[in-house]
């Protein structure tokens, strides 16, 4: 590469774009003019490419938190001056200071080195940096900037960007996951589920764009409604659009190249490839949503019509930070399901007092880690009976957490809020155009999450309507969503909880709890309080497995506010320095409880009244400094043996 030609700076090793914002390095000479330099320093070429507008230095002096003018004032002051010598009036070896003939030098020896026909603005400002002056280099100490760190970054974004691959090399050419960023994988898992929902035999990119718009918090949604417009209009245009060509009934896609449109499989390799600009070694939402945005389609004919502005979407894009989503927890895309013995392990370990409840739902969970479930049904319908405080709904919880991995995979619905003929919008949606459109909480739980437990609670609180559609669920394990798609529930685990004749169940139970065939009986009985309290028998038929509840002792009690107490006062070791003993205090639990019979809960507040806060009370009114030991004795209030317990803290 020849720097000079003729005596002069030959202009040709630079690229366009570094020519057309320092106008041809001139900026150079006005910047020693400025500053009454009798030569041009590498110190003048730092000033020079901080007035690139959108240019690479602006975006660091951005990521370091400073100006340009502020870099440029630093910069002015380092620089030498004479001011009886008039500055260099052209680009040449002679009018070069040291500092700035090394950067040049430099600057051709990295374009050798890495391959790049032309000196780019990164280039430069690499080579300035390196060969920067002495009292450039006590600036940047001074200011407490590592330009070590700088260069080192600059010289990562030059090595060559490692493609990264979006299909595997099988004969079916599926998608390569493992390329994508946790919230991208979400967007492709959605954009499947959509075209499956709707019939579809290839995604294309209508899909892609509902995925999209559908990812919470996302950055489409976010980038749109810094617009002032409504993602779900948008949603609800783009429904209408796909609806006109849905077949009847759902499809299984492949997540492969051969389900892809051609137009799509295009925009996920243009998504590769931006993350491969940016230095990363998986594809972010926001590259999708960049790629979608660069490639002409109908999909974005449609944000053109709703009068989204384009490039400013792809300009919110470009500024998300990805780095969070490299931190995210990683989901696996295929369910590992621990054994029976370690889910039925952690369930114990999380419910106290109801392990035949247990035993009566691990059959299903062997069945799903084998394999093996009857197509077109859920994994297991079941139907929790019981009194209140018992348990149901947190067996349901802790079931999501072990099987699923998560207590956020549990879709719970409260049917009580179901009970009217309007509610059918909410519990399903509405058709587009009416007040409920995509609002639907049964239909949208179950797009954004297919693998979980879903719990309708009080299911006998419904709006005949809503037991209509909830039948046809646990019959199928789909359901009909009125924008459109049919959503799966294939591979969901089912439970409905009811308080229909809890007192007579309970008294049943007493009775038949070692009766070999109280399944039997129990069912009898059920049907009997349905048809006397209205309540729709067919239920009955749908549950795959009766579980009975039974209500908690006094030995229950105490061990669920042992439990209890033991989380909590581990954290105030741990984040106070203060240790906890306790006298009594769980049997007095245990006991009172089982005297007012208010269930679990009821333990967890006496735990907290009777030992958290008297010992917080205690620390506040002496103003205790940790390290510290305290003592809580359980006593009966006012001496009465039937009053709530309370403690009494003393240290120990």
């Not at 920067?132 to 260069?151: H, I, K, N, P, S």
């Not at 991995?405 to 509610?423: A, D, K, T, V, Y």
């Not at 587009?432 to 719990?455: A, F, I």
Request: hydrophobic share 40%.
């Amino acid at each position: 590469m020849d720097l000079f030609l003729e005596g002069r700076l030959n202009l040709e090793v630079f690229d366009r774009a570094l020519r057309r914002g320092t106008h041809d390095l001139a900026e150079s000479l006005l910047a020693a003019a400025h500053t009454q330099s009798p030569t041009i320093e590498s110190t003048h070429f730092l000033m020079t490419l901080s007035r690139i507008s959108n240019g690479v230095t602006v975006a660091e002096l951005s990521r370091l938190g400073l100006t340009v003018d502020q870099w440029e004032t630093g910069l002015g002051a380092c620089a030498e001056t004479d001011p009886q010598t008039l500055p260099p009036p052209q680009l040449a070896p002679e009018s070069l200071h040291s500092s700035g003939l090394a950067a040049l030098k430099m600057a051709g020896d990295l374009c050798a080195a890495n391959g790049l026909a032309a000196i780019c603005e990164t280039v430069l400002l690499l080579s300035s940096l390196e060969n920067a002056t002495a009292e450039v280099q006590r600036l940047f100490e001074t200011a407490g900037l590592d330009r070590g760190a700088w260069c080192e970054r600059l010289r990562d974004s030059l090595r060559p960007a490692v493609m990264i691959e979006v299909f595997n090399p099988d004969a079916a050419g599926s998608v390569r996951m493992q390329s994508f960023l946790p919230r991208a994988r979400k967007v492709l898992s959605l954009m499947y589920r959509e075209a499956e929902s709707l019939g579809y035999k290839v995604a294309d990119p209508r899909h892609l764009l509902l995925a999209l718009l559908g990812q919470e918090s996302g950055v489409t949604q976010y980038g749109i409604h810094q617009q002032g417009l409504s993602p779900r209009h948008i949603q609800e245009t783009v429904m209408l659009s796909l609806r006109s060509r849905a077949a009847r009934g759902r499809t299984q896609l492949a997540m492969d190249r051969d389900h892809l449109q051609a137009i799509l499989r295009r925009l996920l390799v243009v998504a590769a490839e931006l993350a491969a600009k940016d230095r990363l070694d998986r594809i972010a939402e926001s590259h999708l949503l960049r790629a979608f945005l660069g490639v002409p389609t109908a999909a974005r004919r449609i944000l053109e019509d709703e009068n989204v502005d384009l490039d400013r979407l792809l300009r919110a894009a470009e500024q998300i930070d990805v780095s969070e989503e490299h931190q995210e927890r990683e989901e696996g895309d295929e369910l590992t399901i621990h054994d029976v013995g370690t889910v039925r392990a952690m369930l114990q370990e999380q419910l106290v007092g109801q392990d035949e409840a247990v035993q009566c739902i691990l059959p299903y969970i062997q069945r799903m880690r084998f394999g093996f479930s009857l197509p077109g049904r859920p994994v297991g319908v079941f139907l929790f009976c019981g009194p209140s405080g018992s348990g149901k709904t947190e067996l349901a919880k802790q079931l999501a957490r072990a099987v699923f991995g998560s207590e956020e995979n549990l879709i719970f619905l409260e049917m009580g809020q179901f009970n009217s003929r309007e509610s059918m919008n909410i519990f399903v949606g509405a058709p587009p155009g009416y007040v409920g459109y995509g609002e639907g909480k049964l239909t949208n739980g179950l797009r954004d999450k297919p693998r979980s437990v879903v719990l309708f609670d009080e299911v006998e609180k419904a709006h005949p309507l809503v037991l209509d559609a909830l039948l046809r669920f646990l019959d199928e394990g789909r359901i009909d969503d009125p924008a459109g798609p049919v959503r799966d529930g294939s591979q969901c685990i089912v439970v409905l909880t009811s308080n229909v004749g809890a007192d007579d169940l309970a008294a049943l139970w007493r009775e038949v709890e070692n009766n070999p065939n109280w399944r039997t009986l129990v069912r009898q009985k059920l049907r009997t309080l349905f048809k006397k309290h209205n309540f729709r028998v067919e239920f009955l038929n749908r549950v795959d497995e009766l579980v009975m509840f039974r209500a908690l002792g006094a030995d229950d009690y105490s061990e669920i506010s042992r439990r209890f107490l033991a989380k909590h006062l581990r954290r105030l070791r741990d984040e106070r320095g203060l240790e906890v003993e306790m006298e009594g205090v769980c049997e007095a639990i245990g006991a009172y409880a089982t005297e007012v019979n208010e269930g679990a809960r009821a333990a967890h507040r006496l735990a907290m009244s009777v030992v958290i806060t008297p010992v917080i009370d205690y620390i506040l009114r002496h103003d205790c400094s940790p390290p510290i030991k305290l003592c809580v004795k359980a006593e009966r209030a006012t001496g009465d043996a039937s009053g709530e317990p309370i403690g009494t803290v003393r240290t120990a």
